[in-house]
């Protein structure tokens, strides 16, 4: 597609719950990047992949977090046994090697 | 991880004055980056900086990459209603890949 598409929009979960955040890149765009942003905070890195290379997981906050791109496009973020302080508004950005990211427009996780 | 040092952490003005903001790292970058973010959407791109003492406008927004890489402002003239917003730089330190580090936001407000 022309930008960068996340679903959901918004999510209410309850505490305990798997949640799955979904990414859908800008097409040809190698890498791709979550980030998750507190309500009027800065951006938080989570993790980033680039082509073929293993994953930079260094920014997951715990082993709840984590994230599959398959085929080198559609990236899945997943939060297992959800806590309150996961709330947050989770952004994916994809660019190609040199350059600016593009943006999606975020999910919204509120964990009640 | 690790963040830019971005000042001022807040701004406000009135319609019409000219607005500055920097960031500073302790590292070299070869790519400093510009970001806006409007309530519910994720950052946009406005400005890209290639080269040290590069300096780029676009409309009433100027920004510079500093002479020692180590640092870079946007300027934004005759500030407008819509210039609302928080405002991100980014960098890219040489030998990261596409990876970019962001700084922690400059959040601006325009009064009439």
């Known amino acids: 597609g022309a930008g960068v598409s996340q679903s959901p929009s918004n999510k209410v979960t309850e505490k305990g719950k798997d949640v799955e955040l979904r990414c859908d890149p800008i097409?040809?765009?190698?890498?791709l990047y979550w980030y998750r942003q507190s309500l009027g905070q800065g951006l938080e890195f989570l993790i980033y992949?680039?082509?073929?290379?293993?994953?930079?997981k260094s920014g997951l906050p715990s082993d709840r977090f984590s994230a599959e791109r398959t085929g080198g496009s559609v990236s899945t973020l997943t939060i297992q046994r959800t806590q309150q302080e996961d709330s947050a508004v989770y952004l994916c950005?994809?660019?190609?090697?040199?350059?600016?990211?593009?943006f999606g427009s975020g999910t919204r996780l509120t964990v009640v | 991880g690790q963040q830019l040092n971005q000042s001022p952490q807040s701004m406000f003005i009135q319609e019409g004055e000219d607005v500055s903001m920097n960031c500073t790292s302790s590292?070299?970058?070869?790519?400093w980056l510009w970001y806006k973010q409007e309530p519910g959407e994720g950052p946009v791109l406005l400005i890209a900086?290639?080269?040290?003492?590069e300096l780029t406008s676009n409309g009433r927004l100027t920004a510079q990459f500093g002479i020692t890489r180590k640092d870079s402002f946007l300027n934004i003239s005759a500030s407008i209603p819509s210039d609302v917003g928080i405002y991100f730089c980014?960098?890219?330190?040489?030998?990261?890949?596409?990876?970019?580090?962001f700084g922690t936001g400059t959040r601006l407000q325009v009064t009439l």
């Open positions: 950005a994809s660019s190609l090697e040199v350059g600016g990211y593009t």
């Open positions: 097409s040809g765009h190698t890498a």
């Open positions: 992949f680039q082509g073929n290379s293993a994953p930079d």
């Open positions: 590292s070299i970058f070869n790519t």
């Open positions: 900086l290639y080269k040290a003492g």
């Open positions: 980014a960098g890219r330190y040489t030998g990261t890949a596409s990876k970019l580090t």
